[in-house]
């Protein structure tokens, strides 16, 4: 699918570019481009014609181009959150320790066998994890419910749960470090999530249970201090995502 939405991007610029005279007049240096989902324009990988089109653009994309498997990707770049529906979670006490409702296959190629050792701890843990597979008109309720989102890689190291778990007012809990977080010069993110590396998989009962409740109370004043910034409205307003972008996308003119 990588090659046919390749061909069809190629196609659009090409047919912009043909139509109107803005894109070529400055190299495509004045526009900005969207890509979805994870790691979003390594579409264009082995295309040198697209990636000829596309490297004066500024990129938006949820995944950064820091660690980016396809050489030669552009600087201008900026990482954005996915839009995400933050209406839809609920107050709720937090009963539940640790959660994750997600696709399990036996390829563990698939989330690095994360997911495997998560649904270990639901099946032997259930007091405090609890972990199911699909998905369910009670995701957000769940969710929310949670004192940690439990965010395990799939085929991609990114995950829209920490953004999930953000809405939800729960502790995103991250086993990769290798892709770039949203406006990450002005959010901190150690403030709020935590990073387990895999070799402390075994330990992660003990690492969340660990956790004080003056610890706790920081990391969820500092989700609803950075929330805020992360969140798109229908109606943009000061200080959320489609603001933070604006102001981005205004300081790169300016360079």
Same mark, same amino acid.
């Given at each position: 699918? !990588? ?10 610029? %090409?047919?912009?570019?043909? #139509? ?10 004045? #526009? ?12 264009? !990988? ?20 820091? &660690? ?16 995400? *529906?933050? %209406? ?23 989330? !690095?066998?994360?997911?495997? +050792?998560?649904? %270990? ?9 609890? +972990?199911?597979?699909? #998905?369910? %008109? ?8 949670? *004192? ?45 999530? +935590?990073? $387990? ?25 500092? $989700? &609803?201090?950075?929330? !805020?910034?992360?969140?798109? &409205? ?17 300081? *790169? *003119?300016?360079?």
């Amino acid at each position: 699918c !990588k090659l046919d939405a390749a061909n069809y991007l190629q196609k659009i610029l %090409e047919w912009v570019d043909s #139509h109107h005279m803005f894109m070529s007049s400055n190299g495509g240096s004045d #526009h900005a481009l969207v890509f979805s989902w994870d790691r979003g324009a390594e579409l264009v !990988k082995g295309n040198l014609e697209l990636s000829l089109l596309l490297k004066n653009m500024t990129h938006l994309v949820h995944y950064g181009y820091s &660690n980016s498997m396809v050489e030669n990707m552009p600087n201008n770049y900026i990482v954005i959150p996915p839009y995400r *529906k933050s %209406e839809e979670c609920v107050d709720s006490e937090k009963s539940v320790l640790a959660y994750f409702r997600g696709t399990f296959i036996d390829d563990y190629r698939y989330g !690095k066998g994360l997911r495997q +050792v998560l649904a %270990e701890f639901g099946q032997n843990l259930p007091h405090l994890f609890k +972990v199911d597979s699909g #998905h369910n %008109e009670f995701y957000w309720k769940e969710l929310s419910a949670a *004192k940690f989102a439990l965010c395990p890689p799939g085929w991609s190291e990114w995950s829209p749960r920490l953004f999930d778990a953000l809405y939800c007012g729960s502790i995103p809990v991250l086993f990769e470090k290798i892709w770039e977080l949203p406006f990450s010069t002005h959010i901190d993110y150690t403030t709020f999530i +935590v990073f $387990i590396d895999i070799s402390q998989l075994e330990s992660l009962p003990n690492i969340l249970q660990g956790f004080s409740q003056q610890d706790l109370k920081k990391k969820f004043t500092a $989700i &609803n201090f950075y929330r !805020k910034l992360l969140t798109y &409205n229908e109606t943009p307003r000061n200080g959320d995502a489609t603001d933070m972008i604006a102001k981005l996308l205004t300081e *790169k *003119k300016a360079i």
